[in-house]
């Protein structure tokens, strides 16, 4: 079974640099597109950007200017950074996997990352 | 981006009761169309993609129609554990979107 894991810091200070990662686990990373997916109470779900198993990415246009998603695919690991956070950032972060046959199918469990000094 | 725009926002029903959620898109998306159901405190769960074809292990009491704009979930006898909040997401165009979510509250 396909499992997804967030790590990375709970608490992260205004105009900082939020970083997470998703470990992938039992399922191979080729084939796939590698999502990132936050939801705040104020915003709802918002679909925040992928990476495909080749390297690809495409980002939401309104993080755009503020997001990286990158892949190492020897560790089973994609990646997030989203730079110059606000309160607006503060959000649970799912990493999920995307497939083109059937969609967001795996999620991970979540990690939530408050932006507070 | 394309708004996603579900009704009702909460829906109040009882164990046994068939339900039907709406969501209507802001343009045509043809069938690109999921539904997630989401509990408190877990990650959103994959029921249907594709407009109406259901995730491998979600029972058969959970089915989607609908194509261009307009979409239903609908739930058949319903259980204890079908009370949650339901979304649903297009995944026709970048930047994908999802619904506000319908929060289904037992009556």
């Known amino acids: 079974q396909v499992q997804l894991q967030e790590s990375g810091p709970g608490l992260v200070k205004p105009s900082e640099t939020l970083s997470l990662t998703c470990t992938v686990s039992?399922?191979?990373?080729?084939?796939?597109?590698w999502t990132w997916i936050r939801q705040s109470p104020g915003k709802g779900l918002e679909w925040i950007g992928y990476i495909s198993h080749s390297g690809s990415t495409k980002y939401n246009p309104s993080l755009k200017s503020r997001v990286t998603i990158s892949l190492d695919t020897s560790k089973h690991q994609f990646s997030l950074k989203l730079t110059s956070v606000t309160a607006a950032d503060t959000a649970v972060y799912y990493c999920v996997r995307e497939s083109y046959a059937s969609g967001f199918d795996f999620w991970g469990r979540g990690s939530l990352v408050t932006v507070s000094s | 981006d394309i708004q996603m725009t579900q009704s009702p926002s909460s829906l109040s029903a009882s164990v046994g009761d068939r339900v039907t959620i709406t969501c209507r898109a802001s343009q045509g998306i043809g069938n690109y169309l999921a539904w997630f159901q989401q509990k408190p405190g877990k990650a959103p769960k994959s029921l249907i993609y594709a407009a109406s074809n259901l995730q491998t292990g979600v029972p058969s009491k959970f089915s989607g129609s609908g194509s261009g704009t307009d979409f239903t979930l609908t739930i058949s006898s319903l259980q204890p554990e079908d009370f949650a909040t339901y979304y649903c997401q297009q995944h026709s165009s970048y930047p994908y979107t999802f619904g506000q979510g319908t929060k289904l509250e037992i009556q």
């Open positions: 039992g399922g191979s990373i080729s084939s796939y597109y």
